[in-house]
């Protein structure tokens, strides 16, 4: 393991939802997490959550659009991890770096 994975635990229980207001974006929480937990202000944004699954992250595990490691390092740091939808413009590398922002 590297100095990043050191501190993560084997696992990762999380229940994951999505936004009933902003489309592709899901919510990662700690298991024995309650919704009402999170700041006020992503509550208002993210909207109702639905519910999609309940899963345990590992570092070995593959997550479809997201690094787990990331995921899980966010568990322990903010206490959620919000999944925002891949960029509907491919980047342009021929762009200026402020025009992809």
Known sequence: MNKSTDKLPAECPV????????ADTY???????EFEELPEPLRKQFGAPIYVMDLVLTPERQLAQVDVLQVMQAMIEDGFFL???PPTVP????????LTK
């Open 15 to 22: 229940i994951i939802f999505r936004s009933s207001r902003k």
């Open 27 to 33: 919510l990662y929480m700690p298991a024995t997490a």
């Open 83 to 85: 999944q925002f939808p």
């Open 91 to 98: 980047t342009n590398a021929e762009l200026p770096e402020q």
